[in-house]
């Protein structure tokens, strides 16, 4: 069977596993134990080195080991690049050495740093540990991808610190908040302050041994992204209401614009309060970076952007969003995209649509506007990386705090920010939240925007460059630039405040939602109820399996008696629940979605995605339950 994902004992997956655990655990083989760094030793690592041996570096500036080379040269490390091919030649500044037998014993070397494959590591640590005394060596680092066990042990036991399947340039900038930067997640909360790209005030761990790791979802809501700036203290994260940042000089200029380093350059690529954003979704996701855009309608697009070319399809579940049937159905046509809408409940109707050569994607809601359809997500998965192409999961509805569709297999996640995580019907926005998980260069001719030289970029291959950050770096650098769907600073504050309160807001509209719905379903003027939290429902199994508690979270559908015009007068009659176009608000909203909504479908279309003539849409929020119902019962009087 073919698989698009990274085997998570080979792929390179830089640091994803610090969101969950203090340790990052990573293997290169079948029955390797996990590897396990805690921050603590990563930093002190970092902190004993000043002067390392890069093996492999290379003289083009668009080569990984070039990018790492230049970023650590700014940091303050001396770097010393060793390759035979390049010998007598100078780099950055350093002469090349052909071997590390090469370099004089007068000059000391802390690292050895090895940008060679797994198995040419072998060697290259036996003359590091040759080293040690003549220069003064004491880590060996392997970078992403490269594990030798062997020689690991080998190290471990001449007293050398060893680093495997990791990046140094990514861990400095990942603990010193540069990562952020560009949407990713660092795995990092505390509340001291932290200076931005650089070590800042070492204080020391507690007798106890290494500090704690905080991974709580509520916690992380609050927390996630965000610490108390180095200069003032302020706590609260600030809105940057700024276009432009300021260059150091004109180096740092070309490093950022050449991606080899982060920072911010136009608020249209990134902006320090939406990048907070950005790391705490990605967070609450459990996602390696996000992107955040100006609407969830932006982030489809920008979405399909990094992934399709023209003559590309994606296939889609025809149970969405009624904007998004159109956005799939029409709008991306004018790109020469297509869709192909299937019924995600019958797999085999999906499998035959995964056949066409063409498709790039698996679209799906994990749980669908308006009809409060479960998605069978682990099965929609499989499916989709049997044919080589990611699956994306929109999961505005469901939240990461009722359904996280990346532990069931998803490989990106879409939000309208606008609706629950916000939570207020004050701020627009979207995200796109990469699992880090699908391996880009193994379907290069699939996926040539992230597998292949990009020519804006002179040639940079986004993932062999930044393996796992592929996705997230070419949304910002490429789609952000171009499609200029950026998110506004004050939204992504007012997101902010709103991602606080997401699991006590979500829980109780929930527990309202559960309540309306039962009193709906004993009505006589409904016909019937689509909430997938009731036992009636033909989705309640996938709720137990997908949602947590079994929740059919706060938006659904019920039909009620009279069709089109008794749904018209029941809108119109409500005088608690708000008439509008909107979900996930605090306050409980009621729509009809084929006088609105989906009115622009065919009949067929609005029948398949649960918005038919009787259909009402309900937004529960958080007012008294007692109140939504008696708002109910007098509306359905009224039809």
Not at 294 to 322: E, T, W
Not at 367 to 392: C, E, K, M, Q, T
Request: glycine share 10%; with cysteine; hydrophobic share 40%.
């Amino acid at each position: 069977m073919e698989t698009g994902r990274r085997d998570p004992r080979t792929r390179v997956c830089a640091v994803l596993q610090h969101v969950l655990a203090p340790a990052f655990c990573a293997g290169s083989a079948e029955g390797l134990k996990p590897l396990a760094y805690t921050d603590d030793y990563i930093k002190d690592v970092l902190s004993s080195v000043r002067v390392i041996a890069m093996v492999g570096a290379s003289m083009q500036w668009n080569r990984p080991s070039y990018f790492a080379m230049k970023y650590l040269q700014i940091k303050g490390f001396r770097v010393i690049p060793v390759n035979p091919a390049a010998k007598g030649q100078t780099l950055l500044g350093e002469q090349v050495y052909g071997d590390l037998s090469e370099i004089p014993p007068a000059m000391k070397v802390d690292m050895v740093d090895i940008f060679r494959n797994s198995e040419a590591a072998g060697p290259i640590v036996q003359q590091a540990i040759a080293m040690k005394d003549s220069h003064s060596v004491s880590v060996v680092w392997m970078q992403l991808g490269v594990r030798n066990d062997a020689a690991a042990q080998q190290a471990e036991t001449a007293g050398l610190r060893v680093v495997m399947d990791r990046c140094p340039k990514i861990e400095y900038s990942r603990l010193y908040r540069e990562l952020g930067q560009h949407g990713f997640d660092s795995g990092v909360i505390s509340s001291k302050r932290r200076p931005m790209g650089q070590p800042g005030r070492r204080t020391p761990a507690a007798a106890g041994g290494d500090r704690p790791v905080f991974s709580g979802f509520d916690t992380k809501a609050v927390h996630a992204g965000a610490a108390p700036d180095p200069s003032t203290g302020a706590r609260v994260t600030p809105i940057y209401q700024n276009t432009s940042y300021v260059f150091e000089d004109v180096d740092h200029a070309a490093s950022l614009f050449n991606l080899s380093t982060f920072g911010n350059i136009y608020s249209r690529l990134s902006n320090p309060t939406v990048s907070t954003l950005e790391e705490r979704l990605a967070s609450l996701e459990g996602g390696r970076g996000s992107t955040c855009t100006s609407s969830g309608h932006a982030a489809q697009m920008v979405m399909l952007f990094c992934l399709m070319q023209p003559g590309d399809r994606i296939v889609a579940s025809n149970k969405l969003y009624g904007g998004s049937i159109t956005q799939f159905g029409k709008t991306i046509k004018k790109f020469n995209w297509e869709c192909t809408f299937v019924d995600v409940d019958d797999l085999e109707q999906v499998r035959k649509a995964m056949q066409d050569p063409s498709v790039r994607l698996l679209f799906a809601e994990s749980l669908a506007n308006p009809g409060g359809v479960v998605s069978d997500i682990r099965a929609l998965a499989d499916v989709a990386h049997a044919a080589g192409v990611p699956l994306v999961i929109d999961n505005t509805l469901a939240t990461p705090y009722l359904c996280k569709p990346m532990e069931f297999g998803a490989d990106i996640v879409v939000h309208s920010t606008t609706k629950f995580l916000s939570g207020q019907g004050n701020a627009l926005g979207g995200v796109i939240i990469d699992s880090g998980r699908f391996d880009w260069s193994r379907y290069a001719d699939k996926f040539p925007s992230l597998a292949k030289p990009e020519p804006a970029y002179h040639g940079l291959t986004f993932a062999e460059t930044f393996g796992d950050l592929a996705l997230t770096m070419f949304a910002h650098a490429v789609g952000l630039r171009d499609l200029g769907a950026t998110m506004a600073p004050m939204h992504a504050f007012l997101t902010i405040q709103g991602c606080e309160t997401l699991s006590v807001r979500v829980e109780r509209q929930a527990q309202n939602s559960l309540k309306v719905a039962r009193f709906l379903e004993a009505h006589p003027k409904v016909a019937w109820v689509s909430y997938a939290g009731l036992e009636s429902s033909k989705y309640h199994n996938l709720a137990q399996r997908y949602l947590r508690g079994g929740s059919g979270g706060a938006v659904f559908t019920f039909g009620v008696r009279g069709g089109f015009e008794a749904g018209v007068r029941l809108v119109e009659s409500v005088e608690l629940f708000s008439h509008l176009a909107n979900v996930g608000d605090s306050r409980s909203l009621i729509l009809h979605p084929a006088s609105t909504t989906h009115r622009q479908l065919t009949d067929e279309q609005r029948a398949a995605s649960g918005a038919g003539d009787d259909v009402i849409r309900l937004s529960v929020g958080l007012e008294a339950p007692e109140d939504l119902i008696a708002d109910l019962e007098y509306g359905l009087r009224q039809v």
